[in-house]
């Protein structure tokens, strides 16, 4: 499902502009990155699209249509912090979106059991939130989204939290995931080496207002292993990338794809 | 504290018990008190034991009246809170009334309540609830109030309705703030509830209160019959106080930090 910005402006109350995104449209099945300092809008990038919040002026179509419109239960969302239900098992965490679009309950079980054993939660499912690792958290976290059955998946710095390896190993998981699914992806993150890991493009957003400085095409080949982070080309896109997130007015347009 | 024997964790306070009736001694012998100042602590035992039988009576009628006003508090306070957090227009309209009814003194809401309601348990019982539900409301509001922003987003993504976002997210999130609002209403319903028979004890069946006893050691300077009275209220307090605290335990159990599995 694509996702078209027209003319999109966010402001809250009387301040300034957050966001102005003139056009941009987010292809079906790829998984789109957005890096950028803190405060040029990625959050309210995700939020938009979200439908958590409304766009001041201009419209988020969503497969056609606007935000609003958009059937339920085709999302799934991914914060920093897991944002568990403490008082829920692992598997009742996981069934929650299912729960909540009144789907009954053996199916849900089922389909919580086959996300948990997607993200190598098997074994724990009937622990609580309590007695889960960071890491072990955001998979549950990541397992709830997935069972959504999500046409879009919106991803806010999932993994900020996470020591590195952690982060790694979960990176290379969720690019696994995403080739099997080919869900629209929106991956917000802090991180250019996880960006240029995961994305199929990467969007460098620049403060005051926020606005799309660069748009860049990863045309690193899938499936993406460990072993890409190793490589030439790998090291030349997070340089390339990191350069414009540091100096995003002065960098020339790299344009949609430097080939 | 965790994982301490009782042994050591009661050997503190045990010492501490001992200093203070040490004191308590000195201060007898030494200034000579007449007994219906401050007897001393076998006096008091003594009394205590005489009296046993009457108290352990009006404990029991204390503690149901305490223990209905509580439950009514548990109840009620709970729903209050709910409709109050409902919606910003429910909470604007009745919290101003909920503050006034709570800054009421009950020692002049309790002669009306009596004579509305009869001497006995029924007024006992709404004296107590008028002292008991205000921590349960308010804490449980302070609960729904604080769920965090990003887990209301999360319902908000997989279209929960606000019914579903109240019933499966805003009240379970704010159980911990219930029980700890029921904490404090468990410290103040025996409490209620004395201070309600002295108005309203008498009557009733079974040879009134707490309250009611106390009222008759007062009139006979019965000193340390007071004393004995005295610390039967606050067994009555640690058993209701413990008695939610275990309740609080059991309901949080999974949440809590001793879930996680110890090395």
Redesign the interface.
């Given at each position: 499902m694509a996702i078209v910005f027209k003319d999109v402006c966010k402001s809250y109350g009387s301040g300034p502009v957050v966001l102005r995104i003139p056009h941009l449209e987010l292809s079906e099945g790829a998984l789109t990155a957005v890096v950028g300092p803190s405060g040029c809008g990625k959050s309210t990038l995700l939020?938009l699209v979200?439908?958590?919040s409304r766009p001041t002026r201009g419209e988020v179509r969503i497969g056609g249509n606007g935000a609003r419109a958009e059937p339920?239960?085709r999302?799934?969302?991914v914060?920093q912090?897991a944002?568990l239900?403490?008082?829920l098992?692992v598997r009742r965490n996981i069934e929650?979106?299912l729960?909540?679009?009144g789907i009954a309950a053996p199916e849900r079980r089922e389909a919580a059991r086959e996300q948990a054993r997607r993200v190598g939660l098997g074994g724990v499912i009937d622990r609580?939130p309590?007695?889960l690792s960071g890491g072990m958290k955001m998979r549950v976290s990541l397992a709830r989204a997935l069972a959504?059955d999500p046409a879009i998946l919106?991803l806010d710095e999932p993994f900020g939290a996470l020591d590195a390896l952690t982060r790694d190993r979960l990176n290379e998981e969720l690019s696994a995931l995403q080739e099997r699914g080919r869900w629209t992806a929106v991956f917000v993150t802090h991180s250019v080496t996880e960006a240029v890991f995961l994305a199929d493009r990467i969007l460098v957003f620049s403060p005051g207002p926020g606005e799309v400085a660069g748009d860049i095409a990863v045309d690193l080949p899938r499936p993406r292993r460990a072993d890409l982070r190793e490589t030439d080309a790998f090291h030349r896109l997070v340089t390339r990338v990191s350069g414009m997130v540091r100096n995003p007015h002065n960098t020339p347009d790299w344009g949609d794809d430097p080939r | 504290m965790k994982g301490r024997p009782l042994s050591t964790r009661a050997i503190l306070p045990a010492a501490f018990a001992l200093v203070v009736l040490g004191g308590w001694y000195g201060i007898v012998l030494a200034l000579e008190t007449p007994a219906y100042l401050l007897p001393a602590p076998h006096e008091v035992l003594a009394a205590g034991r005489a009296e046993g039988a009457a108290l352990a009576a009006a404990a029991i009628t204390t503690g149901s009246a305490a223990l209905l006003g509580l439950i009514l508090s548990a109840g009620a306070g709970f729903f209050l809170a709910v409709l109050l957090a409902a919606s910003p227009g429910t909470h604007r309209t009745l919290y101003p009334y909920v503050l006034l009814l709570q800054t009421v003194p009950v020692v002049i809401l309790t002669p009306i309540l009596v004579l509305w309601l009869g001497p006995g348990l029924p007024s006992v019982t709404a004296v107590t609830f008028l002292i008991t539900f205000f921590p349960v409301t308010s804490n449980t509001l302070e609960g729904l109030r604080s769920t965090?922003h990003?887990?209301i987003?999360?319902?908000?993504?997989?279209?929960?309705g606000r019914m579903?976002e109240m019933m499966?997210?805003r009240i379970?999130w704010a159980?911990p703030h219930y029980l700890s609002g029921l904490r404090i209403a468990a410290s103040l319903a025996p409490i209620g509830a004395i201070a309600g028979e002295f108005f309203a004890g008498s009557g009733g069946t079974g040879g009134g209160g707490l309250g009611y006893r106390v009222i008759v050691y007062f009139s006979r300077h019965e000193t340390a019959a007071l004393f004995a009275a005295g610390l039967t209220a606050c067994g009555l307090g640690f058993a209701f106080v413990g008695a939610v605290a275990l309740l609080a335990r059991f309901a949080l159990r999974?949440?809590?930090?001793s879930?996680?599995?110890r090395d």
């Open positions: 939020r979200a439908s958590l339920p239960g999302m799934g969302i914060f912090d944002t239900l403490p008082w098992d929650l979106p729960r909540l679009r609580h309590a007695q959504a919106l | 965090p990003s887990m987003d999360l319902f908000r993504v997989y279209d929960a579903q499966r997210l379970p159980l999974h949440w809590h930090e879930a996680k599995p």
